[in-house]
């Protein structure tokens, strides 16, 4: 599952939620991922979706690095919740509530080789994903 983040302390009055948070999300910063990463795609995919357009944006090539940017007040950014728990615990970013408990998640696929046996940590990965 992934949340719209930003920063999680003080922030000035322009970089707070507004009641119309179509239009306050469309007037922010983004901070995305690279081009060519399956991650940018889905994340503008998942804003197009919600009527969100990142117009203003910045790329960086990890999600760490925009989780970073993001708690230093550079702007916003759409992350996985697994990226961002730290900081969020820290209070060093907020984030941004789904209406009716929306979930915004993205497909992930398992591929394997058909001819080649899955090795044991693989198996063991597998497991942990599928196991609840």
Do not use: C
């Not at 599952?1 to 939620?17: E, Q, T, V, W």
Request: hydrophobic letters at 40%; glycine letters at 6%.
């Amino acid at each position: 599952m992934a949340s719209i983040i930003f920063r999680g302390d003080y922030l000035p009055s322009n970089f707070k939620p507004t009641k119309d948070l179509k239009a306050w999300l469309n007037e922010q910063f983004w901070l995305l991922r690279e081009p060519g990463s399956g991650t940018l795609e889905m994340s503008v995919k998942l804003l197009a979706e919600h009527g969100v357009q990142a117009e203003q944006s910045m790329q960086l090539g990890s999600n760490e690095a925009i989780a970073r940017a993001v708690a230093q007040g550079m702007g916003v950014a759409l992350l996985p919740n697994v990226v961002t728990e730290d900081l969020v615990q820290l209070g060093k970013l907020t984030r941004l509530s789904q209406k009716n408990n929306e979930q915004l998640s993205r497909p992930l696929y398992q591929l394997h080789y058909k001819d080649r046996p899955s090795s044991h940590a693989a198996q063991a990965f597998e497991k942990s994903l599928f196991s609840e």
